[in-house]
């Protein structure tokens, strides 16, 4: 999708598409189209149910004076609410209902109502952004669709007062895109194509964007002592890897201790990142298995943040770590009874060899805690079933033993439509992970409380380290499509982070 910025004069064809606010309400640009088509608009609006709210789209059939190909109504919403994701959001349907129509080429027209925040500038780069998102797609293993079954729409216009300004605001936005897009692929790629091997190796690709990668093998993380991690790919035929991948923007403030003995150490990303989940010797039931793929989402999702980062040149200092292993029964595969010890020390009792994001984790975030000495974690994964059964498909269930940070995480979610919702610990649900015969066990045994025991689990390797965990499971991979985001992989996360970083980690005071 080629998007592109100009003045605010009508398309003499393509597709045109316009805004209207609540209760019908025409942006200028409607008004204009809809008097030099002598009330085609206001005609099409008196005869359908369409009423301008957001994420609402009418089709309207283009007089054939016009030399349009369509003319696409796009639902704002009330005037005063419209903001930077009611803008993407619009982006995104207006792509969903022209990119089946064979139409090669669209013109979008944005203004800033009246006591917008936003300028027009600001508002076309978001829509525009919308609009790129939305137009990803997962193709490269369809060898027989036909060209007039793929979408014909290539270029898109956006219509606004100063264009200039517009195009650097979405230059910044289409990196982000680029990082979404990064995890979508490596989300959407198939199990026997993406294993822990090829996922470090396109992590390695961010060396090009000047992220410093190193790939830990099998030998490196014995010396280590991760055995938590390499427990779970003992049974696997590709080799367990850890990618540690670090972010140093221009002036970002990269000692471990400021002058005021403040902590000024990295932002880290932690990722669970099990290409594929068996279950192990725990074998799950076949109905839906092939779904595991995606259960390295949390690694996709932080390798996707720091392309972004990189891409747009942040000025944070920025770690991710992620842990890739794939967990498979096999007459080597961990058993459920297995004694491990962690990196951290600390002992686990295997009791369900399906609990292995947690054990993959319980090194990652140590290793990124002792060797980074960071200001804050966060982690990402796709961990439990339990998060999906509490919060569905809306939220990120979300654990922290920092407030501040919890906080800056909800916020910055709440801004990029990637939302999470603050879940509770407490001593009671972590005493639930003590085992008889080890320090630990994977698994509390009991069904309550399942997303809440495995981020006790987490907890206890993290120490004081300021940390957040996202149970991305029931956000990573999406069922139906949604207004920027097409089903499949989501890319949940990048943006998200993203945003955090650049709101509360980027300049040199904080
Ligand atoms: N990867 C799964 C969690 C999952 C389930 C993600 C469904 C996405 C959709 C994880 O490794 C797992 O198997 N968790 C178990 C934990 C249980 C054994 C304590 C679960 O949630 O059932
Ligand atoms: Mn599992
Ligand atoms: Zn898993």
Redesign the pocket.
């Known amino acids: 999708m080629k998007v592109t910025f100009a003045k605010s004069t009508p398309p003499r064809r393509g597709a045109y598409v316009v805004g209207v606010y609540a209760e019908r309400k025409l942006t200028p640009a409607a008004r204009a189209l809809d008097r030099a088509t002598r009330g085609v608009v206001m005609r099409a609006l008196a005869a359908s149910r369409f009423k301008g709210k957001a994420r609402q789209t009418l089709q309207v059939l283009a007089p054939a004076r016009s030399g349009l190909g369509a003319i696409l109504l796009v639902g704002l919403g009330e005037a005063k609410k419209v903001d930077a994701l009611v803008m993407q959001e619009a982006g995104g349907t207006a792509y969903a209902a022209l990119s089946g129509n064979g139409i090669g080429s669209v013109a979008v027209a944005v203004d800033a109502p009246e006591g917008s925040k936003l300028t027009a500038a600001d508002l076309a780069a978001e829509l525009a952004f919308g609009f790129k998102l939305r137009s990803y797609r997962f193709d490269k293993y369809r060898t027989k669709e036909k060209p007039e079954d793929k979408p014909a729409l290539k270029t898109a216009a956006i219509l606004c007062a100063e264009p200039d300004k517009a195009r650097a605001r979405y230059g910044r936005l289409e990196r982000i895109a680029d990082g979404v897009f990064f995890t979508r692929d490596l989300v959407s790629e198939p199990p026997n194509v993406l294993y822990p091997e090829t996922l470090a190796e396109a992590a390695r690709t961010l060396t090009k964007l000047g992220v410093k990668v190193e790939v830990l093998g099998v030998k490196e993380m014995r010396k280590l002592g991760m055995n938590a991690l390499l427990g779970v790919g003992q049974g696997s035929a590709k080799e367990s890897k850890l990618v540690v991948m670090e972010w140093k923007g221009a002036g970002a403030a990269t000692k471990t201790k400021g002058k005021d003995g403040k902590e000024t150490g990295p932002v880290a990303f932690v990722g669970k990142g099990?290409t594929f989940?068996t279950?192990g010797i725990s074998l799950k039931p076949g109905a839906g298995m092939e779904?595991?793929k995606w259960?390295m989402g949390g690694a996709g999702a932080v390798i996707g943040a720091m392309k972004a980062l990189a891409g747009r040149k942040s000025k944070a200092h920025a770690v991710g770590v992620v842990g890739l292993v794939e967990n498979m029964p096999d007459g080597n595969a961990q058993r459920p009874g297995d004694i491990v010890k962690s990196m951290s020390g600390q002992t686990i009792e295997i009791q369900?060899t399906?609990?292995?994001?947690r054990l993959v984790l319980a090194d990652a975030l140590w290793y990124c805690k002792t060797r980074f000495k960071p200001k804050l974690m966060i982690d990402l994964a796709?961990?439990?079933?339990?998060i999906?059964v509490a919060l569905g498909h809306e939220m990120a269930g979300m654990y922290s033993n920092n407030d501040e940070l919890a906080s800056r995480i909800f916020e910055a979610g709440g801004k990029v439509g990637e939302r999470v919702w603050r879940m509770p610990l407490g001593p009671a649900y972590d005493k639930m992970m003590d085992s008889d015969i080890a320090d630990m066990k994977n698994?509390s045994g009991r069904r309550d409380a399942?997303s809440t025991t495995a981020a006790q689990f987490l907890q206890r390797f993290v120490d004081k380290t300021p940390w957040a965990h996202l149970d991305i499971?029931g956000m990573a991979w999406a069922g139906k499509d949604m207004a920027t985001v097409p089903k499949g992989g989501t890319g949940y996360g990048v943006r998200l982070l993203d945003r955090l970083v650049a709101d509360f980690y980027e300049s040199l005071s904080r």
Do not use: R, Y
């Open positions: 099990v989940d279950g779904e595991m259960d369900n399906d609990a292995e994001g796709t961990l439990t079933g339990a999906v698994i399942g499971a």
